[in-house]
């Protein structure tokens, strides 16, 4: 399979502190990686460097062929690669569905919601309206697709901000900390809908997330950084019984 994202001797400084120093990663079309490390080790800053809220000081980042290093967000996210929380926020009155919609970019998605009260649609908005009905099925939101938002438990409406990134164009999400606030119940079923969007429609993830107990059992590749580089990478059972990622968890 072939690489989508290569992030090569990357440098974030803040002042001259290296937030991000000479960091090294490579994720393949399809997998789901996971990324952690301590607190402050600079798992969100490599991932601001990613979506390109952060310029990176030194070294580059690859997007398929592309070199993304220092493109501004809008672009990146217009090639595929995309953090969820640069969707904007659910509107909560409007339903599911017209949430999936609204994600369009270039208000297209607008007319297409409003289209659902027109007696003929056209092609785009028929197409649109499948597409959107195919995902929620993937995520598993059938059921409330004619729900306002703000009557979604909170695992839904994560999973909706997934389904709006995808409705843009999503082929590759950044997923920082999806599941921090809820029960580990929902944490389970967010994996599992990110398994079944890797498998289903090849997209692939790369989640940072602290419950490592309930993440672990569903990577395929976990990343651990400490002090802004790649201290070791593997599956989960090689990662988490390694000693220097024991050590670096525990301080030493
Ligand atoms: N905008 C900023 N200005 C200055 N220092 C920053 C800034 N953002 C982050 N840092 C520092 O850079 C380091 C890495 O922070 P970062 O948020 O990337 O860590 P993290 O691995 O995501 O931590 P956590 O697990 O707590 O979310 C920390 O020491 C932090 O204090
Ligand atoms: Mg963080």
Redesign the pocket.
């Known amino acids: 399979m072939s690489v989508v994202l290569n992030v090569s001797n990357v440098t974030k400084l ?2 001259s ?1 290296a ?2 120093d000479g960091m090294n990663m490579q994720m393949k079309e399809g997998g789901v990686y996971l990324l952690v ?12 460097c990613i979506s390109g809220i952060y310029t990176p000081n030194g070294g580059n980042i690859y997007y398929r062929t592309a070199d993304i290093s220092g493109e501004p967000m809008f672009k990146i996210a217009q090639r595929g690669l995309v953090r969820t929380f640069q969707i904007a926020a659910p509107f909560l009155r409007l339903t599911t569905l017209e949430n999936m919609l609204v994600a369009i970019p270039d208000n297209a998605g607008e007319n297409i919601a409003l289209s659902l009260f027109r007696p003929t649609w056209a092609d785009s908005e028929v197409k649109a309206v499948r597409r959107a009905s195919e995902l929620l099925r993937v995520l598993g939101l059938r059921h409330v697709w004619n729900m306002p938002a703000n009557t979604l438990s909170g695992g839904e409406l994560k999973l909706l901000e997934i389904g709006r990134a995808l409705m843009c164009g999503a082929e590759t999400i950044l997923l ?2 999806p599941v921090g606030s809820i029960d580990p119940q929902l944490c389970h079923q967010i994996f599992n809908h990110v398994l079944r969007l890797r498998d289903e429609l090849g997209i692939t993830f790369l989640v ?1 997330e ?1 419950r490592l107990e309930v993440a672990a059992q569903y990577a395929d590749h976990v990343f651990a ?1 400490d002090r ?1 580089k790649l201290l070791m990478e593997g599956t989960a059972e090689e990662v988490f019984e390694d000693p220097r990622v024991i050590t670096a968890y525990l301080g030493e």
Do not use: R, Y
């Open positions: 803040f002042g502190f937030a991000v490390g301590p607190n402050g080790c600079g798992k969100t800053t490599l991932v601001n920082d900390e940072i602290h950084m802004g």
